[in-house]
């Protein structure tokens, strides 16, 4: 008898529909890159879908840096108890 309680993120339907609404709500944000108007500074700002992508290279980024300074920055498990 199994009495632990099934949360909505357990099932993988869910799941689908989810990641589908996600989907949608990128493919919808990335086509207002079509209806508004922006005031950039620089050229490369007008490029399509600048923004996403931008967004996820610094994202990526900073994970990638956060893994190195994890090893320059990390101590023992013990590193606090006393001797």
């Known amino acids: 008898m199994n009495n632990e309680k099934k949360h909505w993120l357990d ?13 949608w709500m990128c493919a919808a ?16 700002e007008n490029l399509f879908g600048f923004y996403g992508i931008f967004g996820f290279v610094a994202c990526t980024v900073l994970v990638l840096v956060a893994k190195e300074m994890r090893k ?3 101590r023992r498990e013990d590193y606090y108890d006393d001797q």
Do not use: C, Q
Not at 11 to 23: C, E, G, V
Not at 29 to 43: G, K, Q, S
């Open 11 to 23: 099932d993988r339907a869910n799941i689908k529909k989810l990641l589908h609404w996600f989907y």
């Open 29 to 44: 944000l990335l086509a207002t890159d079509f209806v508004f108007h922006r005031h950039v500074l620089h050229a490369w």
């Open 72 to 74: 320059a920055l990390m």
